[in-house]
């Protein structure tokens, strides 16, 4: 009764706010992209300095409710931010924008990373490499949980599939009788 009771005055209570509904607006609209008029979808519509906010639609709307005098800042990856200050001196309770975004595009330099000093060093040893079979695999302990005395066994798969049998029986089978030079002509070659 006392937890009904306790709900009820909870359920009915009426917070006061330190703004008065006169000074609130709604402020609705569309993110778009400056150049080519695309609308951006899940951007990121925040009051500035606080952590009350919205994403934009897939369409790129958005809706959101702030003070007059408020500063809302939308966001978006690949996107210049922008601020948009609300005047104080707005006599309307809502309004609409169409909220133009620039790409933001920064250029990298190029990076190229060679593992091997040549790539015929780099076939070789990526065809001398020992390769475990898959039952010998082992589970690495990992930090804070405890090792399983009786884990499941892993069971066969009740369905069988052609394709898996094909490449398992005939192909696998087939590549590993290949001596090592004839598997290095297999592999596709770097242009």
Same mark, same amino acid.
């Given at each position: 009764?006392?937890?009904?009771?306790? &709900?009820?005055?909870?359920?009915? *209570?009426?917070?006061? *706010?330190?703004?008065? @509904?006169? @000074?609130?607006?709604?402020?609705?609209?569309?993110?778009?992209?400056?150049?080519?008029?695309?609308?951006?979808? $899940?951007?990121?519509?925040?009051?500035?300095?606080?952590? !009350?906010?919205?994403?934009?639609?897939?369409?790129?709307?958005? @809706?959101?409710?702030?003070?007059?005098?408020?500063?809302?800042?939308?966001? @978006?990856?690949?996107?210049?931010?922008?601020?948009?200050? %609300?005047?104080?001196?707005?006599?309307?309770?809502?309004? =609409? #924008?169409?909220?133009?975004?620039?790409?933001?595009?920064?250029? #990298?330099? !190029?990076?190229?990373? $060679?593992?091997? /000093?040549?790539?015929?060093? &780099?076939?070789?040893? +990526?065809?001398?490499?020992?390769?475990?079979?898959?039952?010998?695999?082992?589970?690495? /302990? %990992?930090?804070?949980?405890?090792?399983?005395?009786?884990?499941?066994?892993?069971?066969?798969? /009740? +369905?069988?599939? /052609?394709?898996?049998? +094909?490449? !398992? !029986?005939? +192909?696998?089978? =087939?590549?590993?009788? #290949?001596?090592?030079?004839?598997?290095?002509? =297999?592999?596709?070659?770097?242009?």
């Amino acid at each position: 009764m006392r937890c009904l009771l306790l &709900f009820l005055l909870l359920s009915c *209570s009426v917070v006061v *706010s330190g703004q008065s @509904s006169e @000074s609130l607006i709604a402020v609705s609209g569309v993110v778009y992209e400056e150049r080519t008029v695309r609308t951006i979808p $899940y951007a990121t519509v925040q009051i500035a300095g606080t952590a !009350e906010g919205t994403i934009s639609a897939a369409n790129g709307f958005f @809706s959101i409710v702030a003070a007059k005098g408020d500063t809302l800042r939308l966001s @978006s990856v690949g996107y210049q931010p922008v601020l948009l200050p %609300i005047p104080d001196t707005l006599q309307v309770s809502r309004i =609409t #924008l169409m909220v133009p975004m620039q790409i933001d595009t920064i250029m #990298l330099e !190029e990076a190229v990373v $060679y593992p091997w /000093p040549s790539r015929e060093q &780099f076939r070789e040893a +990526f065809l001398a490499l020992e390769t475990r079979d898959i039952n010998e695999l082992q589970m690495m /302990p %990992i930090p804070g949980i405890r090792k399983i005395e009786n884990p499941v066994p892993i069971q066969p798969h /009740p +369905f069988w599939n /052609p394709a898996s049998f +094909f490449y !398992e !029986e005939l +192909f696998l089978k =087939t590549l590993d009788r #290949l001596p090592k030079k004839n598997k290095a002509k =297999t592999l596709p070659k770097w242009e």
